[in-house]
């Protein structure tokens, strides 16, 4: 029973920091993000080291380059940087890959190609997904948008727990994830689609811009590309064996285990909307 309180405290406190900070503005906004990648940048490089001795230098280059990409992006993103010099917000992040190609010359590590995969795997998987949703949230839509995506991610995973816990029997994706069956996939997918449609029904001010049959498709997007941003991560997870990322977050594990769905969601739902801009 403690745990399960602790569970649900803890997931609690998770959701009311994304809530607030998607209706704060951009910049706390950007704190959020920001956050998330010091601690995910983190647990990815612990847990592909796989025991191994991290480097201290690595490490704080490899959370810089992401908290650079993102803070220099808002800061483009929100107008704080004029359109001429919008060019410059990319040279805190070219130090970053400069120095960390420098850095391993001195390291004198027996797999320099190894650690430097793992940084810039880092960079691609953690730190320009979340970049990205620094675009999407400033730029190419909206935060209520920003916000119906958390849902239905949030919803995508009870869904397919709930439905394949009751009825799931074929395997979705037995290699990777032994648990995840195809009901529940669909059973995620419904629940996401359902709360899609209230949502345009009932909150016309916020998504009255998309057509009913937009939302939906948003809604499928996001159910689809959740679930298979928690396969990658439990590709990983099961290369290296480890059950969870992290334990900062009682009873759920770690952040990246929090935010695999999103790192995958976010450049999709980018797409998403700017093919809707485009075709519009």
Known sequence: M???VTRALSGAAYVLLIIVSINSGSWLFM?????LAVFAMYEFQKMTLQGRQSRLLTNILDIYGALSLITMTTLACNGTISRDLAVTSLVPYLIYLIARLVEELYARCPDPVGALSRSFAGQLYIALPLTLLVVLYNVVATPHIV????IFIWLNDTGAFCVGSLIGRRRLFERISPKKSWEGFWGGMAFCIVSAILMHTFFDNCFGHLSMAEMIFFAVVVSVFATWGDLVESLIKRAVNVKDSGNIMPGHGGILDRIDSLLLVAPATLCY???I???Q
Not at 31 to 35: D, E, P, V
Not at 147 to 150: I, V
């Open 147 to 150: 916000l119906a995506m958390f």
């Open 2 to 4: 403690n745990n399960v």
């Open 277 to 279: 801009m485009i075709f």
């Open 31 to 35: 704190n959020l993000c920001l956050i």
């Open 273 to 275: 909307f700017l093919f």
